[in-house]
């Protein structure tokens, strides 16, 4: 079977856009808010970072394959276990500004 297009990404790009317009989505709107890749990554970064503190003072332990999976994936990090709080206060260091922006825009229970 041959492709019509230039090559996967453009196909996968046209399915896209195809997908989202009978969605109802406007795709370069999507494309402008969309974080960008940096953005993202420097996200689940501190998201990794906080839930190895997390795990810490919680005494983790996995119990699901889930877990696992999780636990594996932050062992591979280097983000879990740690020998002691410094190693673990030194490689999960997060920006304050995010622990500002938390309490501002989100409430505790």
Known sequence: MQ??????FEFLTRSFIWYNSIMGYDY?????????KRERTEKLEALSKVLAKIWYY?????????ERVMQMLMEE???????????MIEKTAV???????????????
């Open 58 to 66: 919680g005494n983790w332990k996995c119990e699901t394959a889930n």
């Open 77 to 87: 990090l280097g983000l879990y276990p740690f020998k002691d709080e410094d190693e």
């Open 95 to 109: 920006d304050e500004d995010l622990y500002v922006k938390a309490k501002a825009s989100v409430p505790l229970k």
């Open 28 to 36: 370069w709107y999507s494309v402008a808010i969309a974080p960008t």
């Open 3 to 8: 492709m019509e297009h230039d090559s996967v």
